[in-house]
């Protein structure tokens, strides 16, 4: 079914259990702070990112239509096709057999699916552009 070579598409398979420790205390940005230095409770990553594994589906991005936004060339998506389609939301979509993600923004005239990045333009949604789903999380490695 993956008709673009800029997607891999995985389905997911719930069939593993991980929990990684989450700490409790809120972690600055700015300046360390020793505080708070206890572990609050263990954290699976499918129960975070997954609501409904029947209907979602993981893609790895290539490209930077949505930068903006933080989804970056290599980021991979959390895609949920039994969430309906709403007005702001970031969509996996196929326009012209091919696969985009974009946000999906309604218009007077109609809808545009709209990259998050101005070096790129609006793409009409037409008859026969296909919502595949909703992005529901990003995730992104660090390069080292």
């Not at 593993?16 to 409770?41: C, K, V």
């Not at 696969?99 to 790129?120: C, I, M």
Request: aromatic share 6%.
């Amino acid at each position: 079914m993956n008709r673009n070579p800029e997607f891999e598409i995985v389905k997911i398979q719930k069939q593993s259990h991980i929990e990684l420790p989450m700490y409790g205390a809120l972690i600055e940005a700015g300046f360390p702070s020793p505080a708070d230095d206890y572990l609050e409770t263990k954290l699976d990553l499918n129960d975070l990112l997954i609501q409904r594994p029947a209907a979602t589906f993981l893609v790895r991005v290539r490209g930077s239509s949505m930068k903006d936004v933080g989804i970056l060339d290599g980021s991979i998506l959390v895609v949920d096709s039994s969430i309906d389609p709403q007005n702001g939301m970031i969509v996996l979509a196929i326009v012209d057999n091919e696969f985009t993600v974009k946000r999906l923004v309604k218009q007077q005239d109609g809808w545009v699916l709209r990259p998050d990045n101005d070096a790129y333009n609006d793409i009409l949604v037409t008859p026969e552009t296909e919502i595949r789903g909703v992005v529901t999380a990003c995730i992104q490695k660090f390069g080292f």
